[in-house]
């Protein structure tokens, strides 16, 4: 509920800125256009005014004849009585040379304009002229001149007159726009801002100046610049007018502020935040009594919470403890039933160390024979012979070793190739008690993977065992082991049994077709954990080319890219077949 009202709130204020926002800022626009009108005509006027001023004053019979008999007495007090008349900035009479022998600036009497544009412009033109000049300050100066001609078209001198431009200016610095009127060429010759005089728009705008005009109406906008702003002075948002001005080629640029739109805005966007706080303080307190109500059936609920909370903790304790049982547990059927198949190899195993110990205690009767008769290089070959037979004897001492460690979880990168190869010397005695045929078809290349090899070792071993088991009654018993990569190692165990009836149950454990006394049950559902352990699968499928079953171990190439560079190379290369 209170999420609406907030929503309703946003957009409705947002549209109601935005739609108020347009109107305000287009009546806004519409009364700049009308005051940037207005300064655009007041400017027209006094120039107008002024224009007409130096033809009077050119054929004025006083002023020819002071020029003529160069008699200067009377002269600025009947400039300056002129003045008072028309509302000129300032009347200057130059004598033929450019000196100035009448003026209603006393500091200007006597003073030489011989270079001035207003005194070149009217000698030679001979007609009424317009120059803006610059100033002693950092003003403008604009004046109407005009040749004075004597008799016979001889040029006496020059009056000019000066145009009030500076009271426009003076009276636009006493409102909030900003106000700059520039020349044909672009530059800035009126200005409310006084540091804005002979410069063109954007460099005036890059000025730092001291507080003016412009930046009474940044003061009043800092917090509007969301506005649809025509220009971006300094980073705030003002309103920009320009107008034709009708003389010369100039134009006129206001800055006008929002400062009415965001009052006359706010004013009504305050009320509706009003409303909407009203609303949302009635929704809150139906919210806070309706809560009232709910927190007292949860502080009912929470005892029981409490009490379910303890339960379920001793649940979980209770279930930690199960799991870690559980672990040991599988542990300790894993090594049994590596000891089960210690203990099923052990015939054979011991066969395979009577030999070496019968062959040995020959070699040493033999040796001592020899000895006695001093034919000791022969005796030293019977030695090297029983040398022989003692490395066969700690090879296969230690295969049953490592075999009966318990398996870590130190995963190591190794050759699947040496784990077959030490798998087969493992259950080797059992392959010749049983006379059956092992085809080993593997790469030339290495066959990478990252696993506890100890368990891996313990896998193949029982798929083997299994193997043998399932060709007990068959007439020429064969086992086929076949390694291949691809983008997993793949190790598949056929045998050429009667198969599997019953697939669905082979990997449960305590699922055996075995007779009683003969297996647990447990051999293919531990091999199955640990080949899921290493992040591969174990599975079965009876063959569909002959009779027998077949095991696939599927794992992870250690270093996926180089194995497939190998595989691509095995694929061009003959199978080796090995027969053991």
Same mark, same amino acid.
């Given at each position: 509920?209170? %999420? ?14 935005? $739609? ?8 806004? &626009? ?12 007041? %400017? ?6 002024? #224009? ?5 004053? *050119? ?5 020819? /004849? ?96 000066? #145009? ?11 409102? #909030? ?26 460099? *005036?705008?890059? %000025? ?15 917090? $509007?610049?969301? /506005? ?21 080629? $100039? ?42 109500? $709910?927190?007292?059936?949860?502080? &009912? ?177 064969? %086992? ?101």
């Amino acid at each position: 509920m209170v %999420v609406l009202i907030l929503t309703l709130a946003a957009v409705t204020l947002w549209a109601t800125n935005h $739609w108020l926002t347009t109107r305000f800022t287009e009546n806004t &626009r519409a009364r700049a256009d009308v005051r940037s009108a207005l300064y655009s005509g007041n %400017v027209v006027s006094e120039l107008q005014r002024t #224009s007409v001023v130096p033809l009077l004053l *050119a054929r004025d019979p006083a002023l020819m /004849s002071a020029l003529e008999g160069q008699e200067y007495s009377t002269v600025s007090a009947r400039l300056i009585t002129a003045q008072k008349e028309i509302g000129a900035s300032a009347i200057l009479l130059l004598d033929s040379s450019g000196r100035t022998v009448g003026t209603t600036l006393r500091t200007n009497l006597g003073q030489s304009f011989v270079n001035e544009p207003f005194f070149v412009d009217a000698m030679r033109m001979r007609d009424t002229t317009f120059s803006v000049t610059r100033n002693a300050g950092s003003g403008f100066a604009f004046a109407y001149s005009r040749a004075v001609v004597g008799e016979g078209g001889r040029s006496l001198g020059v009056i000019v007159v000066g #145009s009030d431009l500076n009271r426009l200016e003076r009276s636009w610095a006493g409102i #909030s726009d900003a106000v700059a009127v520039t020349d044909s060429e672009g530059k800035i010759i009126l200005s409310t801002e006084p540091r804005w005089r002979n410069l063109t728009l954007p460099e *005036a705008l890059a %000025v730092r100046s001291a507080p003016s005009a412009i930046e009474r109406a940044f003061q009043v906008t800092a917090d $509007w610049t969301s /506005s649809p702003a025509d220009a971006y002075i300094r980073g705030k948002a003002v309103m920009q007018t320009e107008t034709r001005v009708p003389f010369r080629g $100039w134009r006129m640029i206001t800055f006008t502020t929002y400062e009415s739109v965001r009052q006359r805005v706010n004013a009504i966007l305050a009320l509706e935040i009003m409303g909407f706080a009203i609303v949302l303080a009635g929704a809150f307190y139906l919210f806070s009594r309706r809560a009232l109500g $709910w927190s007292e059936q949860y502080m &009912r609920e929470s005892a029981d919470l409490r009490a379910l909370n303890a339960r379920l903790t001793r649940e979980i304790a209770e279930r930690e403890r199960m799991a870690r049982e559980l672990r040991v547990a599988e542990q300790t059927v894993q090594q049994a039933s590596k000891l089960a198949v210690l203990g099923e190899m052990s015939a054979g195993v011991s066969h395979e160390l009577n030999q070496p110990l019968a062959a040995m205690k020959t070699y040493l009767a033999g040796a001592r024979l020899l000895l006695q008769r001093g034919r000791s290089e022969e005796a030293l070959s019977s030695f090297q012979r029983i040398d022989d037979l003692i490395e066969r004897m700690t090879a296969i001492t230690r295969q049953l070793k490592s075999f009966a460690r318990k398996g870590g979880e130190a995963f190591e990168a190794f050759d699947m190739r040496d784990a077959i190869s030490a798998a087969l010397t493992l259950v080797e005695p059992q392959l010749r008690a049983r006379r059956v045929k092992v085809t080993r078809t593997v790469p030339r290349g290495s066959v990478m993977v990252r696993c506890d090899r100890m368990r891996l070792e313990q896998v193949i071993i029982n798929l083997l065992t299994n193997a043998i088991d399932a060709t007990r009654q068959t007439p020429n018993p064969t %086992v086929d082991m076949i390694v291949s990569s691809g983008s997993h190692a793949v190790l598949s165990v056929r045998d050429n049994g009667p198969g599997i009836a019953d697939l669905e149950k082979l990997f449960e454990p305590f699922f055996t077709t075995k007779k009683p006394g003969e297996g647990t049950g447990l051999g293919l559902a531990i091999s199955s954990d640990i080949v899921t352990d290493f992040g591969g699968r174990l599975t079965a499928h009876n063959a569909e080319d002959g009779p027998g079953a077949i095991f696939e171990v599927q794992l992870p190439l250690h270093a996926p890219r180089l194995q497939r560079t190998a595989a691509q190379g095995e694929r061009k290369a003959a199978m080796l077949r090995a027969a053991e």
